[in-house]
Each structure stands twice: as C-alpha cells, then as structure tokens.
T-cell receptor
Framework: GENVEQHPSTLSVQEGDSAVIKCTYSDSASNYFPWYKQELGKGPQLIIDIRSNVGEKKDQRIAVTLNKTAKHFSLHITETQPEDSAVYFCAASRGGYQKVTFGTGTKLQVIP | SAVISQKPSRDICQRGTSLTIQCQVDSQVTMMFWYRQQPGQSLTLIATANQGSEATYESGFVIDKFPISRPNLTFSTLTVSNLSPEDSSIYLC??????????FGPGTRLTVL
C-alpha cells in the first residue's frame, strides 16, 4: 500500500518568514495530494490540494508543488502569521479524495 | 461544506469496557469514515460506513473490536470494544459532502485506564 513520509516533524519560524514542509510517497499510481491543517482540539481541515496533472498550485499565501518523477510534493507558506501555527498533514491517494494515506504530520510554530 | 458534531468530545474509560461514539452531520451524505489518531501521530482509516450496508474495514481493524452502525444518511456510531490502554486515541469521523473533499469532525479523545 501507499506510504507517505513527511519532514520535518517540527518547524519553528519567525513571523513573516516562509515555511516549507516536504513529503514523499511510494505509490506511483497516486494521483491526488491534499494538505490538511489541524488546530488544537479540532479535526483536520483541507487547506489546499493538487492533482497529478498539475505541477504547482497556489492559493494566496499557500502553494503546493508536485514532482511526480521524484514522487515528492511540498507545501510552502509565505509571510507566516501566528494563526498559521498548527499541525499540518500531507496525504496521498490513488482513488481520489476518499481513501487517502496521511503523512506523519508537521507541528508548525510561528513565533511573533 | 458540512458541519459535523461528535459525542462525547472526550471520555475516560476503564479497561474491558466499551465506548460508543456518535457522529452527526448537518446534511445527508453517502459516505462516512472513521479514523483513529494515536497521540502525536497521524490519522489511520478504520472503516468506511455506507448507509444500508455493512461497513468496510481497513487492514488491521475488525468488526468485533470496532462495530459501526449507519442507520441513516446523517448519523453513524463507532463502538470501541473491550478497551485496553492501547486504544487511547482521538477518534474522528469524516464525511464526503461536496463530492470532492472530506470534512472532519472535532474528534473524540478517549483515555483508557
């Protein structure tokens, strides 16, 4: 089955700096790559996703890049703000958004 | 989008007992999912619950330990049976509402003593 690795496990950045989280996946048939943000005491919330026919996608301060050849994808957050502090999960799926395999999570701390 | 509530939000249980977690959605949905999130770890899919049929369990999860009910299109329950400390986790339900996204509930934090 699919295996998703995520790095780093923790990340501290100064407010205004950029944050980058990287994931690799094992199943070359995976075609859907969502990113979730989980705040304390809440369930994960989808923040951005990318499909295998696209190399990059951007939504305001958040961008995701995908390299299918190398089987890795990354989340980029620019101009970080304290409210970006949370745990971020990458995920991968070959069957669309329903049966996804999650990465191990990155705890992001934005220091004011 | 979908608004999902779970009950209880947290519970402390004795080993050997069972806990039933309820998941309520504010709209009718075809598929509901149950996940386990062990402390400081990622989410693992337990099973998929469709209304009117038996739940489909992922590898490593069995119906005797995690019985699921799905009586209608807005509600599901997950029971964690014969509890042991290793079952201490956050249990989350999620739904497919818009056809292209999963929405997660707030989770139920279970501690087994």
């Amino acid at each position: 089955g699919e295996n998703v690795e995520q790095h780093p496990s923790t990340l501290s950045v100064q407010e205004g700096d950029s944050a980058v989280i990287k994931c690799t996946y094992s199943d070359s048939a995976s075609n859907y790559f969502p990113w979730y943000k989980q705040e304390l005491g809440k369930g994960p919330q989808l923040i951005i996703d990318i499909r295998s026919n696209v190399g990059e996608k951007k939504d305001q301060r958040i961008a995701v890049t995908l390299n299918k050849t190398a089987k890795h994808f990354s989340l980029h957050i620019t101009e970080t703000q304290p409210e970006d502090s949370a745990v971020y999960f990458c995920a991968a799926s070959r069957g669309g958004y329903q049966k996804v395999t999650f990465g191990t999570g990155t705890k992001l701390q934005v220091i004011p | 989008s979908a608004v999902i509530s779970q009950k209880p939000s947290r519970d402390i249980c004795q080993r050997g007992t069972s806990l039933t977690i309820q998941c309520q959605v504010d709209s009718q949905v075809t598929m509901m999912f149950w996940y386990r999130q062990q402390p400081g770890q990622s989410l693992t899919l337990i099973a998929t619950a469709n209304q009117g049929s038996e739940a489909t369990y992922e590898s490593g999860f069995v119906i005797d330990k995690f019985p699921i009910s799905r009586p209608n299109l807005t509600f599901s329950t997950l029971t964690v049976s014969n509890l042991s400390p290793e079952d201490s986790s956050i249990y989350l339900c999620s739904v497919d509402s818009s056809g292209n996204e999963q929405f997660f509930g707030p989770g139920t934090r279970l501690t087994v003593l």
